[in-house]
C-alpha cells in the first residue's frame, strides 16, 4: 500500500524560505506523477506545483512560479517542495499526492486533484508578516 508522509512546515516570517519533504513507501514510483496541493483555511484545497517522478517539465500554480520548485531523489523516495520568498498567503497545510500514471508533459493534468489516488496527511505552514 502506497503512503506518503509530508514533513517540514513550521512558523516563518514573510520572506524566508521553507523546504517540504514528501516521503513515499510501498510501491515503485519512477512512473508515478506527483504534486503538492494546499488548503487554506476557508478555502477549497488548490493545486501547487507538479511534475513526473521520472522528471520533467514541472507544472506551477500561477502565484508561485518564481518561488516554488518541486524536485526528486530517487534513492531516498522523496519529494521535495522548495518555497522561497514566502508571503502571508501562502499559510495553509500543504498536502503531496501521487498516482501511477504517467501524466508527461501533459500539463493540465497536474492541476486536477481527482487525477491523484494517493494523499499524505498534510503538513501546516504558516507565514506571519
Known amino acids: 500500500q502506497v503512503q506518503l508522509v509530508e514533513s517540514g512546515g513550521g512558523l516563518v516570517q514573510a520572506g524566508d524560505s521553507l523546504r517540504l519533504s514528501c516521503t513515499a513507501s510501498?510501491?515503485?514510483?519512477?512512473?508515478?506523477?506527483m504534486g503538492w496541493f494546499r488548503q487554506a483555511p476557508g478555502w477549497e484545497r488548490e493545486f501547487v506545483i507538479g511534475v513526473s517522478w521520472s522528471g520533467g517539465t514541472a507544472y506551477a500554480e500561477d502565484s508561485v512560479k518564481g518561488r516554488f520548485a518541486i524536485s526528486s531523489d530517487n534513492a531516498k523516495n522523496t519529494v521535495y517542495l522548495q518555497m522561497n520568498s514566502l508571503k502571508p498567503e501562502d499559510t495553509a497545510v500543504y498536502y503531496c499526492?501521487?498516482?501511477?500514471?504517467?501524466?508527461?508533459?501533459?500539463?493540465?493534468?497536474?492541476?486536477?486533484?481527482?487525477?491523484?489516488?494517493?494523499w499524505g496527511q498534510g503538513t501546516q505552514v504558516t507565514v506571519s508578516s
Open positions: 510501498g510501491g515503485t514510483f519512477s512512473d508515478y506523477a
Open positions: 499526492a501521487a498516482t501511477a500514471r504517467y501524466f508527461g508533459d501533459s500539463g493540465s493534468v497536474y492541476f486536477d486533484e481527482a487525477n491523484y489516488v494517493y
